[in-house]
């Protein structure tokens, strides 16, 4: 169990003083240098006129969003002052990260403080890569344990804005258990109660941001932590990771992906369309067959593209996917290299194959000789839990298994037919159109050139 860096972090910055004015408060920039932060890419990031600066000139444009971590571990209850100037070319969009996650290649997700130029908003309480807008300025979210919103007026924080962006100005930020509140400059902005058990976050990583776009620059002077309550498991992910061999199993795929951070980090990139609104990360796995502090991704009509050069090759294939329709249906695509039967590579699909109102679940592959498919009534598992399924072919026979079991197996032979197709997860191509979207919950998918032993299958399916 790894716990806060506190001798490396907290302790060691005293030395940046603690702020004399504000009992508990302790100052987490020096005014000089980036000691105790983290870029993910230091080009962006300097200190000028004693403010952490960050950029984005026609010189040095910026893509994706950037982040500066403070990098003493991940914080639970706390309160966070900081002064905050922006200015740019346009709309541009500026803020924090707090009690979030930061994803495999850098991007963060989860709680922020959000602020825009150039829109009557202002200044809001955001769920960066999942529910989007959780409060506006002059507004009083509370979610409840099914994660339903209701929201009631702020009157401190209505009206015209008493601050400016481009001007100095100040956010205290307090994080006490599901309670979190917003005031600018001494006046309460905005204010949430999350009690949703699978979205709200009890502790995550601070850190700045620079958003990608136009021209922009945002700095951040003065900033102080104090510290309500120590977190001492640094990362709940890391310290109750998945059982057994399973990892080691996915290390051989051809690609693998961790789908409750989009894949990100991993070898062959998703493109996740539309990239928001349509999905949410970082969800925490729930229902029957949930594994525990497993996270997920929610899918709402969102899909993932891995691009059309994935094949696998030869005589010998093997698909996984762990899965969860909460309602049941299984009526959508959900790991397929496909376009039409004419010109299928594989495809692992929820349908309504035989037009009885309830789902079934099948794979199918194309060889030089021939095509075939294998299904299952999804009446013979429960339809709402989660379950792991995997699509193989060894060169004599296709099935298809959920959990470890084999639910249905043809003959097959021949070498397996590639296409010019995109690889889709939770979607499938039908003469060029994206199609059949699937509305569900998803954690892995992986591919191999290969058939899985039965012992390999079992240990992705073990529990």
């Known amino acids: 169990m790894r716990y806060l860096r506190l001798t490396t972090s907290i302790f060691a910055i005293a030395a940046m003083c603690a702020c004399a004015d504000e009992p508990g408060f302790i100052s987490i920039f020096d005014g000089t240098s980036l000691n105790g932060w983290r870029p993910g890419d230091a080009s962006y990031w300097s200190v000028e006129d004693g403010a952490i600066t960050a950029r984005i000139t026609k010189e040095h444009p910026c893509t994706v969003n950037q982040y500066l971590v403070y990098d003493a571990g991940e914080l639970g209850d706390f309160e966070l002052k900081v002064e905050v100037r922006m200015n740019g070319n346009g709309a541009i969009n500026g803020g924090f990260q707090f009690r979030s996650r930061q994803l495999p290649d850098n991007d963060v997700c989860g709680y922020q403080m959000d602020n825009n130029l150039q829109t009557p908003w202002l200044v809001r309480l955001y769920d960066e890569y999942g529910r989007h807008d959780l409060a506006l300025r002059g507004e009083r979210a509370t979610f409840d344990k099914d994660g339903?919103?209701?929201?009631?007026?702020?009157?401190?924080?209505?009206?015209?804005?008493w601050f400016k962006l481009e001007e100095w100005h100040e956010y205290h930020l307090v994080c006490v258990g599901n309670k979190i509140s917003l005031r600018v400059n001494g006046r309460l902005a905005a204010e949430i109660e999350d009690n949703d058990p699978r979205r709200a976050e009890p502790q995550g990583i601070l850190a700045l941001q620079l958003h990608s776009g136009p021209?922009?620059?945002?700095?951040?002077?003065?900033?102080?932590?104090?510290?309500?309550?120590?977190?001492?498991?640094?990362?709940?992910?890391?310290?109750?990771?998945?059982?057994?061999?399973?990892?080691?199993?996915?290390?051989?795929?051809?690609?693998?992906?961790?789908?409750?951070?989009?894949?990100?980090?991993?070898?062959?990139?998703?493109?996740?369309?539309?990239?928001?609104?349509?999905?949410?990360?970082?969800v925490n796995s729930a229902g029957t067959g949930a594994r525990p502090y497993a996270k997920c991704v929610v899918l709402d009509g969102a899909y993932f593209d891995a691009g059309k050069e994935l094949h696998a090759e030869g005589n010998a294939m093997t698909v996984y996917l762990r899965a969860r329709d909460p309602k049941g249906e299984w009526n959508g695509g959900l790991f397929a290299k496909r376009g039409g039967h004419d010109r299928v590579h594989f495809n692992l699909f929820s349908a309504d194959l035989d037009?009885?109102?309830?789902?079934?679940?099948?794979?199918?592959?194309?060889?030089?000789?021939?095509?075939?498919?294998?299904?299952?009534?999804?009446?013979?598992?429960?339809?709402?839990?989660?379950?792991?399924l995997v699509g193989r072919y060894d060169g004599k026979t296709i099935e298809i298994l959920c959990d470890g079991e084999v639910m249905a197996s043809k003959p097959?032979?021949?070498?397996?037919?590639?296409?010019?197709?995109p690889l889709l997860i939770a979607a499938e191509t039908d003469n060029g159109n994206v199609v059949r979207q699937f509305h569900g919950e998803l954690e892995d998918a992986a591919l191999w050139s290969r058939a899985l032993s039965n012992d390999e299958v079992a240990a992705l399916s073990l529990r």
């Open 215 to 282: 021209e922009t620059e945002v700095q951040f002077r003065n900033i102080r932590l104090k510290i309500l309550d120590t977190v001492k498991i640094s990362s709940l992910r890391d310290n109750f990771p998945i059982a057994g061999d399973k990892p080691k199993i996915l290390e051989t795929a051809l690609a693998s992906w961790q789908l409750d951070s989009a894949g990100r980090g991993a070898a062959h990139r998703l493109i996740s369309e539309p990239q928001f609104y349509k999905l949410q990360l970082n």
């Open 148 to 161: 339903n919103k209701t929201t009631e007026p702020l009157a401190e924080g209505a009206g015209d804005p």
């Open 355 to 388: 037009s009885d109102g309830a789902g079934d679940i099948g794979f199918e592959l194309r060889t030089d000789k021939g095509f075939e498919m294998v299904s299952f009534p999804v009446s013979k598992i429960d339809a709402t839990a989660w379950h792991d």
């Open 412 to 421: 097959l032979s021949g070498v397996l037919i590639k296409n010019d197709e």
